[in-house]
């Protein structure tokens, strides 16, 4: 038995054969050609097919993935359109002679380095999506393409690296499994494996030989491994586990569209985090009632750019129309501290964690701060959508912000831009001084919310990602437990509404505690949802 390892990129245990799937793009022959007319001619054809393909791969993925994550081959779209992106093509057939199908595979490969160069979203952060349409282009010109998705049985696939389509197109009552040598978790492959609910493990490195096709193999998504030849022992334990996710998961389905209420009838309001454009997806799957947090910080964590006041308005317009009606919690960018940004040169600091961030961070930025106020104000037109100022320590921190959020709106009014007048405000609840202040915070905001994993780190005085400190670590210090109560009571004198956002909400050991102590709401990650829902109706 050979043990590999690799990235979680999607959950679940998958027990088969292995098949590789190859593209053959290697293959792809240099051609000197005489006739440049028609060799462009043939580009522009296979361009015309490939954009019906992807509209119609578009339509059909609305069903299989949802809107947002369909939207990939909408950007795959804008890729195959952009004037670049064919220049580049175009002058590798026009100035060397070559043919097609390998100034394509070029082309595409140089579009990538340009891209990245010159920032420019989907060349630079999805390669893989610029390959995806490189090869569709290629297969649209080989007339003898066999495609070698579909087995006849069931298998796992394994591939180089497999592109965002060829996923979505995956056929999941044959293919059980992925394994791929490259590969990252927030990839669109990664995200589509997961929507589509096909255990995945991505980026094992040129370990995963294709010398193993034909073999027996586990993937398990749950830890990242990959067991080539696996022993009986093993392959008895992996079956059981993966039986005993099936039933848990058609137990938790059933939950779907229940209510979050105790048997007491005690209701308290569900909500998750999102940390991407794609998360998004998963919390209309979950079943929450809305986004509790939006870490809104990865719009700028992906980029070498600011994002610009559309590019956010974009996105949260997107969050706030995907989920109806329900509530859209906005926090503006936490960044700093692990989240750092070159273009913020925040200069070196001795201890980030405890240095400019959060909202010092755009309080000391204004204009980067009025940006995203813009954005989400303008956004407040089309849902129901809040704001959330993180890493508060004072009364005056939210003062401020509130002063430049009340400048933003009144630019928007003076332009005639629509927006929510009565938005509601909130500041988190982060560290002992905001637990100490928090009735005068609530004064101020019309809801507080809870980060206990930043408390917690800061009641403790411990790094809360710092792996030696573990044996010592007590996420459940009656310190800790104490500030919850006493913040809770605080913001409740003030008639307003506490929400818990860090990792405790979902600990289910303290679902009873959190509602004894009248917490409005949880938000957690999308996929713990039902559970939490289960442990509520089970009080
Ligand atoms: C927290 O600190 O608990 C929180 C929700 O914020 P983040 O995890 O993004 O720091
Ligand atoms: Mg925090």
Redesign the pocket.
Known sequence: MITLSGKKASSGIAIGKILFYKRDLKDIRRIYVRDIDKEIQRLMRARDKAQQELEGLYESSIREVGEVNAAIFEMQQQILQDQDFIDEITRIIVEEKLNAEYAIQQGAEQFIKYAKKEDIAYGAGHAVDVRDVAFRLIRTLSRNWKDRLMGDEPFIMAASELYPSEVVQLDTSKVKGIVTMHGTVNSHTAVLARTKGIPAVLGIGEVLKEEYDGKQIIVDGNEGRVYIEPDYALVQKMQKQQNENRTEERNLERLKGKENVTQSGQKIDITA?IDSREDIETVLRSDAGGIG?M?S?FLYLDNTKLPTEEQQYQMYTLAAESMGNKPVVI?TA?LGGNKSIPVLKTGEEKNPTMGLRGIRVSLEKEDMFRTQLRAILRASANGNISILF?MIDSVEEVQRAKILLERAKKELKDEKTAFDEHIKVGA?V?TPAAVMISGELAREVDFL????????QFTLGMDRDDKELEPFYNKYHPAVMKMLRIVANNVHLEGKRISV????AADTSLTEYFLEIGIDEL?VEPDQVLNLRRRIREV
């Open positions: 985090n947090l870490r910080e926090r936490d993180p988190m982060e919310s809870l980060g206990t994993n930043d408390l917690t956002t860090g990792d405790l938000s």
